[in-house]
């Protein structure tokens, strides 16, 4: 709940900076007001689609929502230290299936264009897709995933990898009753 707060909080901030209202906020990203109330309390964890569209809507990163923001020159990020960022819903934010554990690879990384992160990706048993601006690029490390994308469906195991357009409706879930681990890139034009 903690990891919640502090994307809320962070969401109320830049917000409020702009002299917004809650209601003006959701217009702007097509969120549902009872949603960005729900995200700013740290009462519901975000799935990125939501993200995205908040951060567009603020004018700022999806990483600005999810890390600090303060390196300027490289980030090197040590194998097994990787920082935990925030657990979100593989699913729209709500009810929904399995979770998604991001770990930053690149936290405090300032002004970076892409978000790479290792994912732990839990057994889901809901099918909702998802849209948003961006790109996204996913290697699978150890077990396999399922990623819905349009109207296909393709199963990955270690090694392969994906890379779409993720204004495509799409989906990217385990595919075993066991969690998988990936690398995933998300580029969100902002």
Do not use: W
């Not at 549902?32 to 951060?55: M, N, R």
């Not at 990483?63 to 020159?73: E, P």
């Not at 729209?92 to 994912?119: N, Q, V, W, Y």
């Not at 469906?153 to 385990?174: E, F, K, M």
């Amino acid at each position: 709940m903690a990891e919640n707060s502090r994307i809320g909080s962070k969401i109320a901030t830049l917000r409020e900076s702009l002299g917004l209202s809650v209601a003006e906020l959701a217009e702007r990203c097509d969120c549902d007001t009872v949603v960005i109330e729900k995200l700013e309390a740290g009462e519901i964890a975000a799935s990125l689609a939501p993200l995205i569209k908040i951060t567009r809507a603020l004018g700022v990163r999806l990483g600005t929502l999810l890390d600090d923001d303060s390196q300027v020159g490289p980030v090197i990020t040590r194998k097994d230290s990787a920082a935990s960022t925030e657990r979100v819903k593989d699913l729209e934010t709500g009810s929904g299936g399995g979770t998604l554990d991001f770990f930053s690879l690149a936290e405090g990384k300032t002004s970076r264009h892409m978000e790479p992160f290792m994912i732990t990706v839990n057994p889901a048993t809901e099918h909702e897709l998802s849209t948003h601006e961006g790109e996204e690029f996913i290697y699978v490390l150890d077990g396999s995933i399922e990623v819905e994308y349009g109207k296909d469906v393709h199963t990955l195991s270690a090694g392969d990898s994906i890379y779409y357009d993720s204004i495509v409706p799409h989906q990217v879930r385990g595919a075993s009753p066991s969690p998988a681990r990936i690398l995933a890139v998300v580029y969100a034009p902002y």
